[in-house]
């Protein structure tokens, strides 16, 4: 079974400063595709990047970048100038591209990023 | 608009008193899925359908019952609540399983407690 782990319970960052949130996985496909979802405090679950196995280049999307390493399972995120409203629970998740694995979202269980004045 | 619209929002209920949390969604989706959330453990799936009376488990389907008669709708069934399923509680769906440029739109979540 995949498996997402997210070491970081709790982060903060200065406004206007860059943080990088860690998500590392474990699966043995291939063919895989990889998210990050924000939950602000009104509990809405947005997608705020995702990214597909078989590519290489790194997914953007504004502020926010993926730093993708699949040999090591690896899927962290980074966001640069950081803002207020950027706080809020951040969850990576997992979804295999084909199979069993492909009908749900494996998620982490989340980093608690802290936006400081 | 595109939604998924949960029902009710907040709900507190008693040991043993069946519930019924109602999903709906306008985007003619085929793939539906409810979530629990809880505090250190992320979301984790309830159960998921692939289409109109087609359903399956997730990892955490007991006590849970879901139908699905008409494809807009996936309402999630508690028959006899206990204390342990106090949790957030979310709806997806997105138009099919398996589509990158398919991610799952997510309701507001229903925040249910049970004493």
């Known amino acids: 079974a995949q498996t997402v782990t997210q070491s970081q319970p709790e982060m903060s960052v200065q406004e206007a400063e860059t943080v990088t949130l860690s998500c590392t996985y474990d699966t043995s496909e291939s063919d895989y595709y990889l998210f990050w979802y924000k939950q602000p405090p009104s509990r809405q679950m947005i997608l705020v990047i995702r990214?597909?196995?078989?590519?290489?280049q790194n997914a953007t999307e504004n502020r926010f970048s993926v730093n993708f390493q699949k040999a090591a399972k690896s899927f962290s995120l980074k966001i640069s100038d950081s803002q207020l409203g950027d706080a809020a629970m951040y969850f990576c998740?997992?979804?295999?591209?084909?199979?069993?694995?492909?009908?749900?979202?494996?998620f982490g269980k989340g980093t608690k990023l802290s936006v400081i004045p | 608009e595109a939604q998924v619209t949960q029902n009710p929002r907040y709900l507190i209920t008693v040991t043993g008193k069946k519930l019924t949390v109602t999903c709906s969604q306008n985007?003619?989706?085929?793939?539906m899925s409810w979530y629990r959330q809880d505090p250190g453990l992320g979301l984790r799936q309830i159960y998921y359908s692939m289409n109109v009376e087609v359903t399956d488990k997730g990892d955490v389907p007991e006590g849970y019952k879901v139908s699905r008669k008409e494809k807009r709708n996936f309402p999630l069934i508690l028959e006899s609540p206990s204390p342990n399923q106090t949790s957030l509680y979310f709806c997806a769906s997105s138009p099919n399983h398996s589509s990158y440029n398919s991610p799952l739109h997510f309701g507001n979540g229903t925040r249910l407690t049970v004493t």
């Open positions: 998740a997992y979804r295999a591209y084909s199979g069993a694995g492909s009908y749900q979202l494996t």
């Open positions: 990214q597909e196995a078989y590519k290489q």
């Open positions: 985007m003619n989706h085929e793939y």
